[in-house]
């Protein structure tokens, strides 16, 4: 979801204000998944490397998530949507983590649509992270050196009770992946898109699914 701040100083507003315009088209496509037929979707918030924009965005930002979670949660309940969060909790200020940990738990016998939101997320730092319990696995005896392969290790990472993304979408006219789910995307579609994220309505979102329903997904085989 990127374009935020770009489409907020195109308006003479500050980035802030951006972000709140991106937090209002969030459940917008979210509304839209049932009916068009999305049963998994992955927002992509706040990255690792978000931390070094200025201090007063980031301070802005982790404001914003906390109302979003607040002022959502009971909608996200009783529309069947289970939330879950991915990336490195630790950086975050307690009661962010626990406003999380609590809509997870609120979500967690939902099933009509799995959102999955990425804070303080990072497709190397998570794999790093997933490295590493995997490591202290070995090391502790749990895990045999000679059993791991690449399923094994998808099982330490963040997503591992979610299916790989079918399809990775990028807003704003940028050509890049951005450390977003390096490992669960290796055969995934893209579609790169010049809209910016606020601008980005369920009808541009029904548009790419729809194209995308067209291709053809090989996964490294031949067919025909």
Same mark, same amino acid.
């Given at each position: 979801?990127?374009?935020?701040?770009?489409?907020?100083?195109?308006?003479?507003?500050?980035?802030?204000?951006?972000?709140?315009?991106?937090?209002?088209?969030?459940?917008?496509?979210?509304?839209?998944?049932?009916?068009?037929?999305?049963?998994?979707?992955?927002?992509?918030?706040?990255?690792?490397?978000?931390?070094?924009?200025?201090?007063?965005?980031?301070?802005?930002?982790?404001?914003?998530?906390?109302?979003?979670?607040?002022?959502?949660?009971?909608?996200?309940?009783?529309?069947?949507?289970?939330?879950?969060?991915?990336?490195?909790?630790?950086?975050? /200020?307690?009661?962010?983590?626990?406003?999380?940990?609590?809509?997870? @738990?609120?979500?967690?016998?939902?099933?009509?649509?799995?959102?999955?939101? @990425?804070?303080?997320?990072?497709?190397?730092? /998570?794999?790093?992270?997933?490295?590493?319990?995997?490591?202290?696995?070995?090391? @502790?005896?749990?895990?045999?050196?000679?059993?791991?392969?690449?399923?094994?290790?998808?099982?330490?990472?963040?997503?591992?009770?979610?299916?790989?993304?079918?399809?990775?979408?990028?807003?704003?006219? /940028?050509?890049?992946?951005?450390?977003?789910?390096?490992?669960?995307?290796?055969?995934?579609?893209?579609?790169?898109?010049?809209?910016?994220?606020?601008?980005?309505?369920?009808?541009?979102?029904?548009?790419?699914?729809?194209?995308?329903?067209?291709?053809?997904?090989?996964?490294?085989?031949?067919?025909?």
């Amino acid at each position: 979801m990127d374009g935020n701040g770009r489409w907020a100083q195109a308006r003479g507003k500050p980035r802030l204000f951006g972000h709140q315009a991106g937090g209002r088209r969030v459940r917008e496509i979210v509304e839209s998944c049932p009916e068009l037929g999305v049963k998994y979707l992955t927002v992509f918030a706040f990255s690792t490397e978000n931390w070094k924009r200025t201090q007063a965005e980031v301070a802005g930002l982790m404001t914003l998530f906390k109302r979003y979670i607040v002022k959502e949660a009971t909608a996200l309940r009783d529309h069947g949507v289970r939330v879950r969060f991915i990336g490195d909790r630790v950086r975050l /200020e307690p009661k962010l983590v626990a406003l999380m940990d609590n809509l997870e @738990a609120l979500t967690a016998g939902n099933d009509d649509l799995h959102l999955t939101i @990425a804070i303080n997320y990072g497709g190397r730092d /998570e794999v790093a992270r997933a490295t590493r319990r995997l490591a202290l696995d070995v090391k @502790a005896g749990r895990l045999d050196p000679e059993t791991v392969d690449a399923e094994t290790l998808a099982r330490y990472l963040d997503t591992f009770v979610l299916p790989d993304p079918d399809l990775v979408i990028r807003t704003s006219g /940028e050509a890049r992946i951005s450390n977003f789910l390096l490992w669960q995307s290796a055969y995934s579609e893209y579609e790169f898109v010049d809209t910016l994220w606020p601008d980005f309505t369920k009808e541009i979102f029904a548009e790419i699914l729809e194209n995308y329903s067209k291709r053809e997904r090989r996964f490294g085989a031949v067919t025909g």
